[in-house]
């Protein structure tokens, strides 16, 4: 482990190879004295770490193929260019996670972390003990696998009843991915326990319109559910209206005429998958089920746009970015191992 502190200059508080033990790390940053200084110069920050850090001199193991992780948390905008030194710490394979509150820039945090979806928001640093267990999470995975991944896809609420609903892009943009997707929400019903009085499962395909292949009062079983999802067909068209879509599910998918509990307080979620640009807008009609208390998770691919998603998403860390459809098999859509609902 190592700690740099930075504002207009970066500076070491100790090395990678200063401490082995883990006492001796938690002491070294208890005994912290804050820095201070201004502006705040992320982009000589990261040249600062990718030149005197991530270095064999320093204790950096890269050659050894040990992962190099940089955690960045950020209260700002930066007041200097942060793309080639991000770039070159890429190059050289190190791992970027970003975390920013509220205000920092979004985009140049997402330009910061490795991908999008490593980029994490929070109001202030006082919520930072909140992202504890996804760490904890990712560094397991990341020993495991030598892949460090990110897993908290699904909120975990504390009941034992849930409406789920899945909001597909049935477009030509995501033709080539549809049976990708359809494995995908398999695999998160297998994990659910669909019953009039436990989980109820929907399922919505869009392009220009949406269109409901089932609704939440359908099916009162996990096989009923599934036969269902392997037998749809995909929906095609276009162009791709996410925000008709996200207003149709909200009128008519999560309504308690089709089974939607809300007003039980069953916790409800929604997840869309999008290829593509939304051809209208979707601010209004993501706010609005923001408003109503359903939890969205966006999953969107390179052709995506990441902002609109990070918008449609119930924060922008439950927004998650694949390359292609193909990649949604290393995400884990279990229920287990989660964390939990965010209580806002």
Do not use: W
Not at 41 to 61: C, P, W
Not at 123 to 128: A, F, H, I, K, V
Not at 313 to 338: C, I, R
């Amino acid at each position: 482990v190592a700690v740099v502190q930075y504002s207009d200059t970066a500076e070491i508080n100790f090395n990678l190879g200063r401490y082995s033990t883990e006492n001796d790390v938690l002491e070294a940053v208890k005994g912290l004295t804050h820095k201070g200084g201004y502006p705040l110069n992320i982009g000589a920050a990261l040249k600062y770490v990718g030149q005197h850090v991530f270095t064999a001199e320093s204790g950096s193991r890269l050659l050894e193929g040990v992962l190099q992780i940089l955690i960045i948390l950020s209260g700002g905008r930066s007041g200097d260019d942060i793309r080639t030194p991000v770039r070159t710490l890429r190059d050289i394979g190190v791992i970027t996670v970003a975390i920013g509150t509220s205000d920092a820039d979004t985009l140049e945090l997402q330009t910061v972390s490795h991908t999008p979806n490593y980029a994490l928001s929070i109001t202030g640093y006082e919520e930072l003990p909140t992202l504890l267990s996804v760490f904890r999470e990712a560094f397991y995975h990341a020993e495991k696998t030598h892949c460090l991944c990110f897993i908290f896809l699904v909120f975990v609420a504390d009941s034992t009843r849930s409406d789920v609903v899945f909001l597909i892009d049935g477009s030509y943009d995501s033709r080539n991915g549809f049976e990708d997707i359809r494995g995908f929400v398999e695999k998160i019903v297998e994990s659910l326990s669909v019953g009039n009085n436990r989980d109820q499962v929907a399922v919505v395909q869009y392009s220009r319109e949406a269109t409901a292949n089932f609704y939440l009062n359908s099916y009162s079983s996990n096989n009923d559910v599934l036969n269902s999802i392997r037998t749809m067909r995909h929906k095609l068209g276009r162009p791709l209206n996410i925000g008709k879509a996200l207003e149709f599910v909200r009128d008519n998918v999560f309504a308690a005429s089709v089974g939607g509990r809300r007003e039980d307080l069953v916790p409800q979620y929604l997840y869309v998958f999008s290829g593509g640009r939304s051809g209208d807008d979707v601010r209004g009609p993501a706010q609005s089920l923001k408003d109503n208390g359903i939890k969205t998770f966006s999953i969107g691919t390179k052709n995506a746009d990441t902002l609109e998603m990070q918008t449609i998403a119930y924060t922008p860390a439950h927004y998650f970015y694949v390359t292609n459809y193909k990649n949604l098999q290393n995400m884990n859509p279990s229920l287990e191992g989660t964390l939990k609902e965010f209580n806002s």
